[in-house]
């Protein structure tokens, strides 16, 4: 099953292609983050920010709170270690 699992934006990987490398729950991959950077404004704000993260792409802000409060459930769920694992083979 595929799932938008949140994760936070740590640093700017390439500006031209609007990549950043992300953290999932101690998995870090490199997405695209053109669906959640503001126009006019540097790439270098995004970093901090809590997303929803789903086939490279983030794809939603969210904030701190919902993102624990997702992460947990999908924790409880059993969901979150096949991701974590999918996404650690192919980073």
């Known amino acids: 099953m595929c799932l938008g699992i949140p994760g936070q934006i740590v640093r700017i990987t390439n500006v031209e292609r609007k990549l950043a490398m992300v953290d999932v729950s101690g998995v870090q991959r490199e997405v695209n983050i053109a669906c959640v ?8 704000d995004c970093v901090g920010y809590w997303v ?16 624990a409060t997702t992460l947990r459930v999908l924790n409880e769920l059993g969901e979150i270690q096949q991701e974590l694992a999918a996404m650690s083979a192919t980073a």
């Open 37 to 44: 950077s503001e126009d006019g404004s540097p790439l270098e």
């Open 52 to 67: 929803l993260v789903h086939v490279g792409f983030a794809m939603s802000r969210i904030d701190e709170s919902e993102a």
